[in-house]
């Protein structure tokens, strides 16, 4: 019966929670599961969405007409465009901004790449005729320029 303990210890290995685990461990699992609610981590992923897709749509263009040529290039970069921007006006409209924890995270978070992309973001949604979105960001917009004098 040797072999039945051994296939025990292989599968233990599989185990979602190792026998050893510390409670300090758990601890730090929890504080990484809760930083995704805080408006910290949707300001931060606002700036980091508008700013890797600045970065990377002529690439990804290039990357794109090299398997096919006859790709629009126009509509892939309105569409990329399109998926970026709402995606990361929505971490932000998640937040409560009357929120003294959203204020705070926003003065923590204010500077110029921050200031740069809400600017991004608003142009964007001025170019749709948006103005609903535009407001809103224009809010932020004012709070981030607050924060960086």
């Known amino acids: 019966m040797s072999w039945m303990s051994n296939i025990n ?11 050893d685990s510390s409670k300090e461990d758990k601890q730090q699992e929890q504080i990484l599961v809760d930083f995704k609610n805080h408006p910290i981590y ?15 749509r002529k690439m990804v263009i290039s990357l794109m007409k090299q398997s096919d040529p006859k790709l629009d290039e126009e509509n892939i970069l ?20 009357n929120s003294e924890l959203v204020d705070k995270s926003i003065k923590e978070q204010a500077d ?8 991004k973001a608003i142009e964007y949604f001025e170019n749709l005729e948006h103005y609903e979105q535009c407001a809103f ?7 981030v320029k607050e924060n960086l004098n």
């Open 9 to 19: 210890k292989i599968f233990d290995l599989f185990s979602q929670e190792p026998e």
């Open 42 to 56: 949707s300001v931060l992923m606002f700036k980091k969405m508008i700013l890797n897709h600045l970065y990377n």
């Open 78 to 97: 309105k569409m990329g465009d399109s998926i970026c921007f709402n995606r990361a006006l929505d971490y932000l409209a998640s937040l409560d901004f």
């Open 112 to 119: 110029e790449d921050l200031l740069f992309t809400v600017n």
């Open 137 to 143: 960001l224009k809010q932020v917009q004012e709070k």
